[in-house]
């Protein structure tokens, strides 16, 4: 199964960090404007079994709608969240750990793993075009996260 990490550092505590996370209300904030219809799904919202889902438009005119939960929660330490929007499941791992180079600072390392749909052509055509999507993807939501926590919601 092919996966990517993207690694950052956020100028406020573990705690703070994965409070945020934790609490998928907050995440139409890491999400970029083709990302829309944002709903919780589940009773709570916060921590292990809070759900939601989002409607992602690429291309022309295509859309896809994609249900997230949160499946374990280790607080401020991890989050892990799975993910299905009917072509792809994917987990996301949310790690979370003292950062050495500043005091009071959060390591972030955010990993994808997923399964490209179509087989061998599937993994080609990912290793080709969607791995690099894919990172961009994952590092603007860090660095939206980033932006969040250390200076203000992104608009």
Do not use: C
């Amino acid at each position: 199964m092919p996966s990517l990490t993207v690694r950052g550092r956020i100028r406020r505590p573990r705690s703070e960090v994965y409070a945020f996370l934790a609490d998928v209300t907050t995440r139409p904030h890491l999400y970029g404007s083709n990302f829309t219809d944002f709903r919780v799904v589940s009773d709570s919202a916060i921590g292990a079994g809070a759900a939601f889902r989002y409607v992602l438009h690429f291309g022309e005119g295509e859309e896809v709608e994609t249900r997230v939960q949160v499946a374990e929660a280790e607080p401020s330490r991890r989050l892990i969240e799975d993910a299905d929007d009917g072509y792809v499941r994917y987990r996301t791992t949310w790690e979370l750990a003292d950062a050495a180079e500043e005091l009071g600072s959060t390591a972030v390392n955010l990993r994808l793993d997923y399964q490209p749909s179509g087989g061998r052509a599937g993994l080609l055509l990912d290793w080709l075009f969607g791995r690099r999507a894919l990172k961009q993807t994952y590092l603007v939501e860090l660095a939206r996260l980033k932006l969040a926590l250390e200076g203000g919601r992104p608009a």
